[in-house]
């Protein structure tokens, strides 16, 4: 699984790009999104960083 950005709540800030380890997120038409195939979830670090720096709780689990 990979995690997901909301484009309706993201704010485009750019605090969860800079964070991701897997260089997973990236801007496009105004938000972000994430890289499904790379984006491990931070998986040896508990929870994913870009969770943790999103400051408008936008990032949550691909389903």
Known sequence: ???KIDPDICTACGDCE???PTVSI???RGTYVINA???DEC????EP???AVCPV???T???
Do not use: N, Y
């Open 49 to 51: 960083r870009c969770v």
């Open 18 to 20: 800079v964070e991701c």
């Open 43 to 46: 998986v040896d670090e508990g």
């Open 61 to 63: 689990l691909a389903a």
């Open 26 to 28: 990236s801007a496009k």
């Open 37 to 39: 195939s790379s984006c």
């Open 57 to 59: 709780d936008c990032i």
């Open 1 to 3: 699984m990979s995690m």
